[in-house]
Nanobody
C-alpha cells in the first residue's frame, strides 16, 4: 500500500505563492509518475501537473497553470512538490497528490490514470 500525504495548503491573496508538498510512504523512485490534481466545488477533478521519471523524463502542465506552477520531486526525501506562483482566485480548490508505479506520458491528465491518492489540501486564493 502506498500512502500519500499533502501539506502546504492555505489561504493567500491573489498574486501570492504557495508551495505544496506530497510525502510518500514508499521510495518515490518506484512511483514513476506523480501528479497534482485539483477540484473546486461543482467542477470535475482537473489535472494540474505531472512529473514522470521513467525511460524518459516528462513534465506536464495544464494550460491554465503553465508558466505559474512548477512540479518537482526529491526522491531522496520521497517527496514531490508543487510551487504555485501568481495565484488567482480561480486556482482555489482542493489539491490532491496522485501517483502510479508505471510511467505516464500523455497529453491529457485524467484522474483515472492514477492509482494512489492523498486526502487533499485546501488552497484558497482571495481577491
Amino acid at each position: 500500500q502506498v500512502q500519500l500525504v499533502e501539506s502546504g495548503g492555505g489561504s493567500v491573496l491573489a498574486g501570492g505563492s504557495l508551495r505544496l508538498a506530497c510525502a510518500a510512504s514508499v521510495n518515490t523512485v518506484n512511483l514513476k509518475s506523480m501528479a497534482w490534481f485539483r477540484q473546486a466545488p461543482g467542477k470535475e477533478r482537473e489535472g494540474v501537473a505531472a512529473d514522470t521519471r521513467g525511460g524518459y523524463d516528462y513534465e506536464y502542465y495544464a494550460d491554465s497553470v503553465q508558466g505559474r506552477f512548477t512540479i518537482s520531486r526529491d526522491n531522496s526525501k520521497n517527496s514531490m512538490y508543487l510551487q504555485m506562483n501568481s495565484l488567482k482566485p480561480e486556482d482555489s480548490a482542493m489539491y490532491y497528490c496522485a501517483a502510479r508505479p508505471n510511467a505516464w506520458y500523455g497529453y491529457s491528465l485524467l484522474s483515472g490514470d492514477f492509482t494512489y491518492w492523498g486526502q487533499g489540501t485546501q488552497v484558497t486564493v482571495s481577491s
